[in-house]
């Protein structure tokens, strides 16, 4: 009896050596067990379960101490950005982990505070044609509300000049018929934001002028460019010049009698006169 004590407490204790491994083993598979309890707005705590690499991972089986402390700290980076994309971004977020149990508790909580309204939205912004003697671009400022759309150029040039660098790549000294046609249809469609005047308008008190215009409709070649002075109250000169094939233009002498009646004579391409009445209604 006494030969086989022994050999008994033998063999218990390599059964519980074994059950011990075979435990350390399976806990070992199993990973770090956690929970994760969120503690903010619902719909702040909705994205955060579904979004957080800490939740993604709570099922890993090679989860340790180490790989669970980064996530936790990934986590509360995580929440900020949640809070940002719903217009928070002064949150206050608080992660607490408790090591007590063998199942750890992991505790998030996430204050948005007070969210962000945007009351303007400052625009600056430039767009250049590059590579060529004078580089030439479009500036927006100014805000959403009340835009500014400028010409610029490097070297800086005259305003007039930067908009053939820019629509024609080159000086409008060398600029066609149809080129000018180009340059006031682009001059028409940059319009100065806030209380600024249209550019058309600008270039136009640049030459001394009160109108330069593109008129017509349908194609090119059925327009024509006018430009115009007021010589006083009464007295009207402009100078029309047609884009298509047949070189067309026009010398107009514009005199008012009345409010509604014009007195107007021209000469060019053809002569002639007459007397005109204007009556609009809405």
């Known amino acids: 009896m006494n030969s086989r004590a022994p050999d008994c407490l033998t063999a218990v204790r ?7 491994f075979l435990f350390v083993q399976a806990a070992w598979a199993q990973g770090l067990r956690y929970r994760v309890e969120i503690d903010a707005p619902r719909e702040l705590a909705a994205t955060l379960r579904k979004g957080l690499n800490l939740l993604r991972w709570q099922d890993d ?6 790989r669970l402390r980064r996530l936790a ?3 509360v980076s995580e929440a900020r950005q949640v809070a940002a994309t719903e217009g928070y971004f002064s949150p206050q977020v608080d992660l607490r982990i408790d090591e007590s149990q063998p199942e750890w508790k992991i505790a998030l909580s996430l204050d948005p505070g007070a969210r962000t309204h945007v009351a303007e939205v400052e625009i600056r912004f430039t767009a250049w044609r590059r590579n060529q003697a004078v580089e030439a671009g ?4 100014g805000t959403a509300r009340a835009p500014s759309v400028n010409l610029v150029s490097q070297p800086p040039v005259p305003e007039g000049e930067r908009l053939s660098w820019l629509v024609l790549g080159r000086p409008p000294s060398g600029a ?3 080129d000018l046609g180009l340059l006031q249809a682009a001059a028409g ?3 100065a934001g806030g209380d600024s005047v249209p550019l058309d308008r600008r270039i136009a008190r640049r030459l001394g002028l009160d109108e330069v215009s593109l008129r017509g409709s349908g194609e090119l070649t059925d327009r024509v460019v006018a430009v115009g002075k007021r010589l006083s109250d009464r007295l009207y000169i402009s100078y029309e ?4 094939a047949v070189v067309t233009n026009l010398i107009k002498l514009d005199y008012a009698l009345g409010r509604r009646w014009t007195l107007r004579a021209e ?3 053809s002569s002639g006169g007459g007397l005109y009445y204007r009556y609009s209604w809405d």
């Open 14 to 20: 390599f059964a519980a050596a074994v059950l011990a």
């Open 61 to 66: 089986p090679q989860m340790n101490a180490e």
């Open 73 to 75: 700290d990934e986590a």
């Open 138 to 141: 479009v500036q927006l400022t």
């Open 176 to 178: 066609t018929q149809a």
């Open 189 to 191: 469609a940059l319009l």
């Open 241 to 244: 010049q047609g884009l298509g």
């Open 267 to 269: 000469t060019g391409s």
